[in-house]
């Protein structure tokens, strides 16, 4: 397989789950800016929508958007936390809490757009606010500090990457404890460190 990410994007998730996995790849540096690969191939060529991840899992097949790419990673692994059996409830709560996300990373993302005006960025800050009162409550009614009853999933994977860009965004997550303890115990976890280390975060 062979991942094309952007350091510290959202890829990062499929970076640490393909770490997480041991599943073989290779990792191409995309510049998002250009659609540039590290060796100066056309991006948009590979994703027409010129974003990551893409995921090439066969030549010329490859996949994108983080449900996709996740849930098929996690399919291919030998670990049941990261594959629950198709169409079982608990396939279906993976894909949810993915989902989920994915509402998270359009609140937080769209404060990374140039020149937000203010009235935007406050209205922005009052959903993401929100967004991360919810990730709370939902962590708040488990007992393993991750987002689903089984343990460590993709989706953590995904939501502290998400989290992550709260530092470089300077939103105060102080508030959500527990929110801001799944991100430092995603980022504790090897895999992570690896990835993060890969992609020069680190």
Same mark, same amino acid.
């Given at each position: 397989?062979?991942?094309?990410?952007?350091?510290?994007?959202?890829?990062?998730?499929?970076?640490?789950?393909?770490?997480?996995?041991?599943?073989?790849?290779?990792?191409?540096?995309?510049?998002?800016?250009?659609?540039?690969?590290?060796?100066?191939?056309?991006?948009?060529?590979?994703? &027409?929508?010129?974003?990551?991840?893409? #995921?090439?899992?066969?030549? !010329?097949?490859? $996949?994108? @958007?983080?449900? %996709?790419? =996740?849930?098929?990673?996690?399919?291919?692994?030998?670990?049941?936390?990261?594959?629950?059996?198709?169409?079982?409830?608990?396939?279906?709560?993976?894909?949810?809490?993915?989902?989920?996300?994915?509402?998270?990373?359009?609140?937080?993302?769209?404060?990374?757009?140039?020149?937000? &005006?203010?009235?935007?960025?406050?209205? #922005?800050?009052?959903?993401? !606010?929100?967004? $991360?009162? @919810?990730?709370? %409550?939902? =962590?708040?009614?488990?007992?393993?500090?991750?987002?689903?009853?089984?343990?460590?999933?993709?989706?953590?994977?995904?939501?502290?990457?998400?989290?992550?860009?709260?530092?470089?965004?300077?939103?105060?997550?102080?508030?959500?404890?527990?929110?801001?303890?799944?991100?430092?115990?995603?980022?504790?976890?090897?895999?992570?460190?690896?990835?993060?280390?890969?992609?020069? $975060?680190?």
């Amino acid at each position: 397989m062979k991942l094309y990410f952007s350091p510290g994007a959202c890829s990062l998730a499929a970076n640490i789950m393909l770490n997480e996995t041991g599943l073989p790849h290779e990792l191409v540096k995309v510049d998002l800016k250009e659609k540039k690969t590290a060796d100066n191939q056309d991006y948009t060529t590979i994703n &027409p929508r010129g974003a990551v991840p893409a #995921l090439e899992i066969a030549p !010329g097949v490859v $996949l994108t @958007q983080n449900v %996709a790419v =996740l849930t098929y990673i996690g399919q291919q692994s030998d670990n049941t936390e990261f594959h629950p059996v198709p169409d079982s409830l608990e396939f279906y709560r993976l894909l949810e809490a993915l989902g989920f996300c994915e509402d998270v990373h359009s609140a937080i993302g769209a404060l990374f757009a140039p020149n937000v &005006p203010d009235a935007t960025r406050e209205k #922005l800050m009052g959903l993401i !606010g929100r967004r $991360l009162a @919810q990730v709370e %409550a939902i =962590l708040d009614r488990g007992d393993n500090g991750y987002l689903l009853p089984v343990g460590f999933t993709q989706a953590d994977a995904l939501m502290a990457v998400i989290l992550n860009w709260t530092t470089p965004l300077k939103i105060d997550i102080s508030a959500y404890p527990k929110v801001s303890a799944l991100r430092d115990k995603v980022f504790a976890r090897p895999a992570a460190q690896k990835a993060l280390k890969e992609e020069g $975060l680190i």
